[in-house]
């Protein structure tokens, strides 16, 4: 009987390590000049470059491991002494994502990323809640930080407010990624008391087919998924950009608004992005319950306020690369010794 276990024992060892070479032997070890080149760089991994446009040697986690290959080249980095930081940029990572629309790779996962990782761009309030310990060292930035100031405020004001949505599919489903992630359920509560009680004309992107049109005729326009460049025109075009997401970890939308001069109504219990709103910026809601006094004051204000020099004096690529730089050099100093300013590669 004994025998009999060991031989299964050492056939379970042997798969293992065989399912391990073959995964191996299909990853393409590359040396460290080649990792870093546009071509080989891959997600969930972002790249920095200094004032110059120079690659450097660091890399940031910003999500779960989607494979072992995801892993191996992680190791790969360490191995070519690539420093590794992590960044909060993908929902609630680095704790456990709980929404029924993520794929469940994640929960398999049993890499350590606040153990094994020490350094992190955070953008959440209260780490310790996102698995977060005294031994980490974060900074609170985020690659959103690093937009620049759009200075075309020349543009008519068609839209009262634009929201974002991207459709999962044909049925609108209210528990799809981008639903759940842009928080398409309180949008659809809200909109009733923007559209009808306050009489605002909405621009809704992404959601076609989903029957607002029938519900609020010509006070809304609704489109499919915009490019990247016809978009930012909508925004130039809006009052104010709606954000009721809670999941959201990149708010990217927000920093293209303010930049533009567009005013941000967002709730208040997102995970990122609420340290860009205060009362030069916006206003901030919980849901349908008391999204009229902040829309009012939103209102009453929106033409006192501008987001963009708020935004000029806080952060933008100037700010934020010397801000990274600063944050980063007394753990790297001999790699950025001659380095003045450190930003994201977009």
């Known amino acids: 009987m004994i025998k009999k276990i060991l031989i299964i024992l050492f056939i379970c060892i042997l798969i293992y390590f065989n399912l391990n070479i073959v995964c191996i032997e299909n990853f393409q070890e590359l040396n460290k000049d080649e990792l870093l080149l546009k071509e080989n760089r891959k997600f969930p991994f972002r790249y920095f470059q200094d004032e110059n446009n120079n690659v450097l040697p660091i890399v940031a986690v910003t999500a779960f491991f989607r494979s072992n290959e995801d892993k191996l080249r992680y190791l790969n980095y360490i191995k070519n002494g690539i420093n590794i930081i992590g960044v909060t940029a993908y929902k609630t990572f680095p704790k456990k994502i709980t929404d029924d629309a993520e794929d469940k790779y994640h929960l398999s996962d049993d ?28 900074l609170e930035m985020s690659e959103s930080d690093f937009y620049d100031i759009d200075d075309n405020n020349t543009t008519e004001k068609k839209y009262d407010f634009i929201y974002i949505c991207n459709k999962d599919n044909d049925s609108c489903p209210l528990n799809g990624w981008n639903a759940i992630n842009r928080n398409y359920d309180l949008a659809l509560k809200c909109f009733p008391i923007m559209i009808n009680e306050f009489k605002l004309k ?33 925004m130039r075009e809006s009052k104010f950009l709606f954000v009721p997401n809670i999941y959201d970890a990149s708010p990217r939308v927000i920093s293209e608004c303010l930049v533009k001069n567009v005013p941000v109504l967002m ?71 001659n380095v003045k300013k450190i930003s994201f590669i977009i």
Not at 115 to 127: G, S
Not at 204 to 229: A, M, S, W
Not at 272 to 283: A, D, L, M
């Open 111 to 138: 890499f350590n990323y606040t153990k094994n990782i020490k350094i992190w761009l955070t953008c959440m309030k209260n780490l310790d809640l996102y698995n977060f310990n005294s031994d980490n060292i974060a």
């Open 202 to 234: 909405g621009l809704c992107v992404g959601r076609i087919g989903c029957n607002l049109e029938k519900l609020y005729g010509d006070n809304i326009e609704v489109t499919d998924f915009l490019d990247y460049h016809v978009l930012q025109q909508k």
């Open 267 to 337: 709730n208040r219990n997102i995970v990122c992005g609420f340290k860009y709103i205060n009362n030069k910026t916006g206003e901030l809601f919980t849901d349908e319950h008391d999204i009229k006094e902040s829309l009012q004051n939103l209102l009453n204000n929106i033409n006192n306020i501008s987001p963009q020099k708020w935004w000029i004096n806080n952060y933008g690529v100037e700010n934020s690369s010397i801000k990274l730089r600063n944050f980063l050099y007394p753990y790297y100093s001999d790699l950025l010794n």
